[in-house]
Nanobody, 125 residues
Framework: VQLQASGGGLVQAGGSLRLSCAVS????????MGWFRQAPGKEREFVASISWSGIGTVYADSVRGRFTISRDNAKNTVHLQMNSLKPEDAGVYYCATNRNRYGSAVTLGEGYDYWGQGTLVTVSS
């Protein structure tokens, strides 16, 4: 199973970025997906998750209302639309696939078994 994250970059505070994660080697449509991030010197933290069906989504309090997770099963891709970015949103963003088939959105990292390589998001103030 491979996950390829992309879309990171440098953006000014208040700007937007759209991250994408392409998944191969697994039947994408039956697994929940998640996004996590890690800032320098900090632990990895949950950002957002989407259920296998796409109906259920969960967000960290810090990003709710600004970020939107979505999935395109035809393209085996999950997206994270990030608006109104803040300097504290900076870090390496990782996508991951849930361990279980037909799972709900999951906030705990232990619930995921495959991870992408990460894409760097830098937000200037």
């Amino acid at each position: 199973v491979q996950l390829q994250a992309s879309g990171g970059g440098l953006v000014q505070a208040g700007g937007s970025l759209r991250l994408s994660c392409a998944v191969s080697g697994r039947t994408f449509s039956i697994y929940a997906m998640g996004w996590f991030r890690q800032a320098p010197g900090k632990e990895r933290e949950f950002v957002a998750s989407i259920s296998w069906s796409g109906i259920g989504t969960v967000y960290a309090d810090s990003v709710r209302g600004r970020f939107t997770i979505s999935r395109d099963n035809a393209k085996n891709t999950v997206h994270l639309q990030m608006n109104s970015l803040k300097p504290e949103d900076a870090g390496v963003y990782y996508c991951a696939t849930n361990r279980n088939r037909y799972g709900s959105a999951v906030t705990l990292g232990e619930g995921y078994d495959y991870w992408g390589q990460g894409t760097l998001v830098t937000v200037s103030s």
